[in-house]
């Protein structure tokens, strides 16, 4: 088991204020796997406190001394990856590969952050005033709060912190109670070890009970600017209500309701398989996940027979093993959640092709549903896990009047050889993101990424996530006198 592990605030390891430590539970032993001090109100102060402290001196700091920092902590990235590997096993259950991937995105979210501190940042403006100059350009807004989740942690982490520490912020991480250290004191280890100041990344791990008090406490801070969220639609509705009333601006990547549209013209082969990966890397926890295979009515039964067949040979259950693609989920909690939506569908008229039994402890099976009635609660929720429904359209106004049917617009595949006929129906899909012949998961750092709807807005990625943590101001110049009119 790693060691316990304390807050880092201002530089420091400090122990809670209560001298209190909750369990990280590891989803497949069901063993705590470490344990993390308990952060109280006084404790999100101090952090914060020490966040404003280091906000000057960091937003003064020459720009390539804060780009050499990012260079670093994207080598020590990728030079932890079996610490990563170990980690996300442990603490989420995650894969080997899902691990590596984890390193690999977030070290080029951490090279893209380098390369927007050193980029241009403002405009040169027209002026009607004679011999003036007018200037837009772009600040930091100052503390930032974020909140990182354990789903993707080692990504989630880095993309929480570095546009905003890019663009010359301080931030204050409230790390997910699932996984405190991979999203939260892990991505923090790397940027400190980069030579990041003292105070400038701070973090707070919390009991799950804590985690509405601590919440409340951060955003509510006046010296907290600006905040950013990544989680459920249901949890991230609270922290964008939390943001509004005190006037401070958030990103909110919150939860979707994907689709994979499998058009008459895709490749039967290669949609089979990105359909698959789709559904069921991370056991199906990853917010761009398809819950939703639609497949035009020439292409169904072949679909279904070859798909069917590639979830049933998928390997599953321990984590640790390098074969393994469908893990635990990340508690028991989550799997019962999962098992309880396949039963309640099923319950009502819905056909299982593959798996649907109920969980052992964490591990849901890979389960593959067909006939999903729209009275099934599965019809509407979220289902963040290792479960999908297959069904037929048969035109394109009917697959895009489907995969509309959601509250959510977050992600979409489209999987067709005929690119002009897949850009045709991508237009018409509300979704923020939308691949056209691949599949609905797909994160690259210089991409704007986020949802509309009750997928959440904003932007993290490139040039907009840089925008959506820095502030534009107005400055202009004046090489002549102005005259008055008295």
């Known amino acids: 088991m790693p060691p316990d592990r304390d ?5 420091k390891e400090t122990p809670a204020v209560s001298g209190r430590t909750t369990a990280d539970i590891g989803p497949w032993t069901g063993k705590p796997y470490a344990r993390v001090a308990a952060a ?30 990012f260079l670093r902590a994207a080598d020590l990235m990728e030079e932890r990856a079996e610490q990563v590997v170990e980690l996300m096993a442990g603490e989420v259950g995650g894969t080997r590969g899902w691990a590596l991937f984890n390193v690999e995105v977030a070290a080029g979210i951490l090279r893209e952050a380098a390369a927007a501190i050193t980029a241009p940042r403002g405009d040169v403006l027209t002026t009607r005033e004679p011999g003036g100059l007018s200037l837009s350009v772009r600040e930091p807004l100052g503390v930032v709060a974020a909140f990182a989740p354990w789903n993707a942690p080692v990504i989630l982490g880095t993309r929480a912190v570095a546009a905003p520490l890019a663009v010359g912020n301080t931030v204050v991480v409230k790390a997910s109670e699932d996984a405190p250290i991979a999203c939260g004191l892990f991505v923090a280890d790397v940027l400190r070890d980069a030579g990041l100041p003292d105070g400038v990344l701070n973090v707070i791990t919390n009991d799950k009970a804590d985690a509405a008090v601590i919440a409340r406490e ?16 249901g949890v991230g509705r609270i922290i964008g209500t939390l943001a509004a009333e005190h006037l401070k601006p958030a990103v909110l990547e919150l939860g979707g309701k994907n689709s994979v549209i499998v058009l008459e013209d895709a490749d039967l082969d290669h949609a089979v398989h990105a359909a698959v990966f789709a559904a069921f890397m991370n056991s199906g926890q990853i917010c761009m996940c398809a819950d939703r295979i639609l497949v035009h009515t020439s292409l169904v039964d072949e679909f279904t027979r070859r798909f069917t067949a590639k979830v049933a040979g998928l390997p599953s259950g321990d984590p640790n093993l390098p074969a393994t693609v469908v893990g635990p989920l990340v508690d028991e909690a989550a799997a019962g959640r999962v098992g309880a939506l396949v039963a309640d569908a ?33 019809h509407h929720t979220e289902a963040f896990g290792p479960v999908v429904a297959i069904r037929a359209f048969a035109d394109d106004d009917e697959a895009v009047s489907l995969a509309n049917d959601t509250e959510h617009g977050l992600s979409c595949g489209i999987l067709t050889e005929n690119g002009t006929h897949g850009l045709k129906v991508a237009r018409r899909v509300r979704t923020g993101i939308v691949h056209v012949n691949d599949q609905s998961v797909g994160d690259e750092p210089q991409a704007p990424f986020g949802g509309f709807a009750a997928s959440g807005y904003g932007r993290f990625g490139g040039r907009w996530g840089i925008e959506a943590f820095s502030n534009t101001r107005w400055i ?9 009119p008295f």
């Open 7 to 11: 807050l880092l605030i201002g530089g």
């Open 40 to 69: 109280g109100p006084e404790d999100v102060r101090a952090a914060v406190s020490a966040a404003d402290a280091a906000l000057a001196e960091w937003a003064a700091l020459e720009p390539f001394a804060r780009r050499t920092v």
């Open 218 to 233: 951060l955003i509510a801070d006046s010296r907290v600017r600006a905040v950013n969220f990544t989680g459920s639609t």
């Open 346 to 378: 099923v319950g009502k008229g819905t056909r299982v092709l593959v798996g649907g039994s109920a969980p052992e402890g964490a591990l849901h099976p890979a389960t593959v549903l067909t006939d999903l009635p729209e009275t099934a609660e599965l």
């Open 476 to 484: 202009t110049l004046s090489t002549e006198h102005s005259r008055y």
